[in-house]
Structure formats: C-alpha cells, structure tokens
C-alpha cells in the first residue's frame, strides 16, 4: 500500500467502535486551542476555510486502503484539527459515500455550525459529534480559547438550528475538567443548555490522555456520576475500546502515523506491536525516545507519546 496521508487506523473509539479516520487538515490547523486537547496547543489558529489537500487526493487514498480491507466500523472525519475547516468537506462526504456504505461522523468542536455551508456539508453525514465545554462566553473562552471573531451564543444558536433539521443523530460531547467546568452548579447549567438543543445521545468525559495545559485536572468520579445522572449522558470511561491497527508495513512509520492524530500510551503501543508480532518491541521505545519530534509525556503514571 502506497504511504497514507490523510487516512489513519482504524483506532479503537469508545463511542463508535473501529473508527478509519480521515484528517482533511495539516496538523494543529484549528479554530480553537482547547486546554485539554490531546494534540497539544494549536499551532496555526485560523477560521478560515480551505481545500488544504484535494479531495481526490483523499479519495484515491481512502479507494486504495479498501482495496485491502474494509474491517472497521465507522469512517471518522476527524484529523489533528477542526475538520470544518476543510473547505469541500460536502464534496469529500458524498465522494466517500460513493466508495462505501459504512456511515460516516464527523467529530467537531462546533464553531462553524452558525455557517450556512457547513450546515450543508454537516447534513450529509450519518453522526454529527459537536463537543460542548462551556455554557456561557467566559467558560466557554476559559476552556476553548477560541479564534477571536468566534462567539459562544452563535455556535449555539447554529447547533440548534442545524440539530433541528438534521437528519441523522447528534451525539454531544462534554468534557468536564476539575474546578473549571465540572462542579453540581457547572452541570445544573450545561442541562438548561442541552435542552435546547435535539440530540440523540449525551457523552460525558473528562481529560485521561496528557492536556494541553498542566493545570487540567480530571473530574471526580462523583461530579461525572452527577452529569450522567442530571443529563441522561454515558460517561466514556466506562465504555470499552479495542486495539490499534494500521496498514502501513513499517511498524515504526504505522506508530507514527497513529500519534500524529490520536496520542497512544506503552500499553496501547505495547499491543499494537504485539499484533504485528515484533519482537524486540523495547527498541522501538528506545527509537521513539530518541526521536526529535515525538514528545512522550509522563502523565499518572503512564507515558503516552504524540507527534510534535
């Protein structure tokens, strides 16, 4: 198979089962640099919307991994940004659809959903995922640190206005933090909020993975209890993910490939290559640890490794 640059995984999700991710954007494109994103701080902020790689170019690389297999559940547009961004993300959905049945999500932070044409592009797709981490302006730019133009009651209005016509399921995401977002009044608010907003499902989490900022700290498991309880949510860290995959031969180039978008711990790096029957897998923790553009990260106790 040919090098995948845009595709990735499938990765293990908790909500969606084996997820083939497809990342539209460069890395660290965003509109938002949320303090707990996984990927670290944004480094090119923008809201501008653009066509960062052609959408064939996406497509012969999603037509050439099926060539090989089709073992996943669920197509994720997701990629180490905000895929809104993506400028024909409508013509890349119907592209995809074209290729394969398996249903599409989109994971987004929601910040375009006031914007007519991302409405559009979102309608074409099977799951919509907007996380929701605020439910006033001052947490919402606490926690989201948003592009500048960017305001709290117009990404609500147009997730409202988009739920209420969309024809596949919204799936909510909430990311509780400890002292920020998460205390009985915090959820009390975000309920009065989601009410007013059609959906599906509810996911409550909170940070397992390295934040971008240190001072994030995990919800207790009795404010998490609270939110699931108070708004009819599933909380992630009780569902169940499975293993990492990667069709790319080298096992190096695969981990590579797989942290680029989705951090992974030892353990998940342990199992990957266990998979791929390595057998001297403790070098390949010396290689990352000596690579320039990995950061591994000491966060609890467990090392998790992302791209720089």
Known sequence: MKKLNCIFGPIPSRRLGRSLGISPIPKKVCNYSCIYCQLGRTTQMTNTRKEFFPVDDI???LSEYLKYTDDFDVISIVGEGE??????LDLLI?????LTNKPIAIITNGALLSDLDVQNALSKADIVLPSIDGYNEEIYKKVDRPYGTLKFNDEIDGLIEFAKKFKGEIWLEIMLMKGINSSKKDIDEFAKLIEKIPHDRVYINT???PPAENFVEVATSDEINYAVEKLNGISIDKLTSGSFFS????????????IKRHPMTQFEIQSLLASRREENIDSF???????NNVNSINYKGIITYRLK
């Open 285 to 291: 923790f010396t290689k990352l640890a000596n690579d």
């Open 83 to 88: 895929p809104t961004l993506y400028l024909n």
């Open 94 to 98: 119907e592209k995809i659809k074209l």
């Open 247 to 258: 069709e790319i031969p080298d096992s190096y180039d695969a981990i590579l490939n797989l």
């Open 207 to 209: 940070p397992v993975r």
């Open 59 to 61: 497509i012969s690389e």
